[in-house]
């Protein structure tokens, strides 16, 4: 028992001292001296805070809630808020899942938050704005087709850069990106939010999409294919396939990709994947 309390103590203070420190502490030092897994795995969880209900069970507020008001403010919002023409944009860190499960949730933040800060800074770098964090992902909006188009190919070029940097720090890094244009409505509130069929397009489109792949539906390809001349240089189009949206239908899709990458499935690609 007495052997019990002074590791409790040891790992108390390894808290405080984490804590207490001033200077920075690095990424892979971080997730290398999680203490709170540490006295998960133990079995000490005697300093882990105890969860248990606020207030007794006869004291709780059974009265239901005023649907009416709900409904009311719902129908109101929607009937209220114009329509707007935007480019909609969703990006997916693969594999985000099984890397939690295999390395820990920790770590798997840190993939995810890193992912995502990737995404954002590429979408302000380029006109756009984050409306919201899927946990390891983005869904972003832009006023033009091109904006979304060159935000997505810095995205793929940072992650293809310091490939093995990021790999060295939390893993191997994959992503998926899906882009469409449409009028979707802007829902007012605490955190802003889109509605509309370009929603569930987008999200569609990113989730079909093979690894490290992005995919512009036949209207962004419409809107940018005149302009792409002056990108010769540095971007490159696949040809139109036809597929399947889950829930949306048939849409033309292309892959874009960074010139000096290539795109997937193309031999110059595969050669540097190989060993990555």
Do not use: W
């Not at 008001?69 to 109101?76: L, T």
């Not at 770098?125 to 972003?140: E, F, I, Q, S, T």
């Not at 890094?173 to 007012?188: A, L, S």
């Not at 002056?230 to 490159?236: A, G, P």
Request: proline share 3%; net charge neutral.
């Amino acid at each position: 028992m007495a052997r019990r309390k002074e590791k409790s103590a040891e790992q108390e203070n390894l808290l405080i001292a984490v804590e207490d420190r001033k200077e920075p502490i690095g990424i892979e030092k971080a997730l290398e001296n999680d203490s709170t897994i540490e006295l998960i795995v133990s079995g000490d969880t005697s300093v882990l805070p105890q969860l248990a209900a606020a207030r007794p069970a006869n004291q709780l507020d059974t009265t239901p809630l005023d649907l009416d008001a709900i409904i009311e403010d719902v129908a109101r919002v929607i009937a209220t808020t114009p329509d707007h023409y935007k480019c909609i944009m969703f990006t997916d860190l693969v594999g985000s899942t099984q890397y939690k499960r295999e390395m820990g949730h920790t770590k798997g933040f840190m993939r995810n938050r890193m992912f995502c800060d990737i995404c954002e800074q590429a979408v302000i770098k380029n006109n756009g704005v984050v409306v919201k964090r899927l946990g390891d992902g983005v869904m972003a909006v832009f006023e033009t087709a091109m904006d979304s188009v060159l935000a997505a190919m810095l995205m793929v070029s940072s992650l293809e850069v310091d490939r093995k940097k990021l790999k060295k720090i939390v893993g191997t890094m994959d992503c998926r990106i899906g882009i469409t244009c449409g009028y979707v409505k802007e829902i007012p509130g605490a955190t802003k939010d889109y509605i509309g069929h370009a929603m569930d397009k987008g999200a569609r489109i990113e989730g079909i999409a093979k690894t490290n792949q992005v995919l512009i539906d036949e209207i962004v390809y419409g809107l940018i294919h005149t302009k792409i001349r002056d990108y010769s240089d540095d971007m490159v189009i696949g040809p139109p396939r036809n597929l399947t949206l889950k829930g949306v239908g048939v849409s033309t899709l292309y892959e874009v990709s960074p010139k000096t990458r290539g795109l997937v499935g193309s031999l110059g690609y595969k050669l540097r994947h190989l060993f990555s």
